[in-house]
């Protein structure tokens, strides 16, 4: 059990029968009454953000939780195959299990894996992963790296904004929690 004492940041909760991390929360101390807690709550399952308020000192159950690291395969028809890297069982996933980490996913990727009551719920990306641009307008003599940015295709499907001087064939470091260009890989 967890108690509205112990809310902390990515502190994750049961909360309506699944569950549910902790974005933000804020301890509020009203004039007569108790202390109540103003929380937002994310669904590890669907992804939405939910505002609920609290009483102090109530109680939540801890999730079961567990998270495997296993190894992305291939995509066979619209299933994502993932290996288990003690076990080496096959594990397939639908896009809609993926949701935004399809954009991302390469082959041979090691990845989080975290689980509900047995059944898996979401998948963990590395921070920063290197693909190749495959499709891009080609620059220009005389673009600068900080004179604007341009749509690149990445080798996975993903489309990034990327300096002028990053061309077809470029490997480039992508941050996949913003889909952010980082850098030109050497």
Do not use: W
């Amino acid at each position: 059990m967890i108690s509205t004492a112990d809310f902390r940041k990515g502190a994750k909760i049961e909360y309506k029968g699944e569950p549910c991390e902790i974005i933000d929360f804020q301890h509020v101390k009203m004039g007569r009454g108790g202390a109540i807690v103003r929380t937002k709550l994310k669904s590890l399952i669907t992804g939405a953000v939910l505002e609920d308020t609290f009483r102090s000192g109530e109680k939540f159950e801890i999730p079961q939780l567990e998270e495997k690291e296993m190894q992305y395969l291939y995509e066979q028809d619209k299933l994502y195959y993932f290996m288990d890297m003690e076990s080496y069982e096959q594990l397939p996933l639908t896009e809609e299990q993926l949701k935004d980490a399809k954009k991302f996913l390469k082959e041979n990727t090691i990845v989080g894996i975290l689980y509900y009551k047995g059944n898996p719920i979401t998948v963990d990306l590395p921070t920063f992963v290197e693909l190749e641009v495959t499709d891009t307008e080609p620059g220009f003599k005389g673009d600068t790296a900080s004179g604007g940015s341009k749509p690149a295709t990445l080798e996975t499907g993903a489309v990034v904004k990327v300096p002028f001087h990053i061309n077809k064939g470029d490997i480039i470091k992508v941050d996949t929690r913003t889909s952010e260009y980082i850098e030109r890989v050497k």
